[in-house]
Each structure stands twice: as structure tokens, then as C-alpha cells.
Nanobody, 126 residues
Framework: QVQLVESGGGLVQAGGSLRLSCAASGRTFSSYAMGWFRQAPGKEREFVAAIRSSGGYTYYADSLKGRVTISRDNAKNTVFLQMNSLKPEDTAVYYC???????????????????WGQGTQVTVSS
């Protein structure tokens, strides 16, 4: 069982930056691939970024490449999402998720992840 708690969301002006964190419980964090997804009101949950258990491979949504960076600190059981040049359309609830790397074929697919956090709200004002 893995519990995930996101933090770092908030209100930011367009062009600003935020760094989201996701703290995980459990001793096997380093064996999980971690992903960030987001969901805006009235829209489906969409993939943002993912990172494999070792941190050696990262994946990004094409629409966000160059503006977001995912990283992890396995010693601190934490995954991060650095977001720059934020736009109003980035407003959403951001969720982190954990999946077992060995079982995953598509790191951008929400159904591949077993555990989810409660989400953190990011609001970008124009």
C-alpha cells in the first residue's frame, strides 16, 4: 500500500512558476514509477509527466514539454513537478500517481497507475 500526498499548489500569475511535491509513504517507493496528471473542470484527466523508478527515464505530454520537469528523490520518497511559464490553461487539480514499473506499458495512461493522491489545486491567473 502506498499513500501519496501532494503539496505546492496555489494561485500564481501567468508566466510564473510552481513546484509541486508528492510525498509517498512506504519503504518501496523506489520501485514505483511516478506520474503527474491533471484535471481541469469539465475535462478529462490528462497526463502531464512520468518518471521511472530509477529516475533514469522521464516522459512528458507533448503539449507541456519544455515547461515542466519531473524529478524524484528516492531517499526522501518524494517526486517533484517543476512548472514554468504557467498559463491560465494550466489551471487544474494536479494529481500524482504510483505504478509498478515492471507492469507498465504506457506511462502516460492513467489506468496503468495503482495509487493516487488527493490532488493539489493549481490556479493560474491572467
Amino acid at each position: 500500500q502506498v499513500q501519496l500526498v501532494e503539496s505546492g499548489g496555489g494561485l500564481v500569475q501567468a508566466g510564473g512558476s510552481l513546484r509541486l511535491s508528492c510525498a509517498a509513504s512506504g519503504r518501496t517507493f523506489s520501485s514505483y514509477a511516478m506520474g503527474w496528471f491533471r484535471q481541469a473542470p469539465g475535462k478529462e484527466r490528462e497526463f502531464v509527466a512520468a518518471i521511472r523508478s530509477s529516475g533514469g527515464y522521464t516522459y512528458y505530454a507533448d503539449s507541456l514539454k519544455g515547461r515542466v520537469t519531473i524529478s524524484r528523490d528516492n531517499a526522501k520518497n518524494t517526486v517533484f513537478l517543476q512548472m514554468n511559464s504557467l498559463k491560465p490553461e494550466d489551471t487544474a487539480v494536479y494529481y500524482c500517481a504510483a505504478g509498478i514499473t515492471a507492469f507498465m506499458r504506457d506511462f502516460g495512461k492513467a489506468s496503468e497507475y495503482y495509487y493516487w493522491g488527493q490532488g493539489t489545486q493549481v490556479t493560474v491567473s491572467s
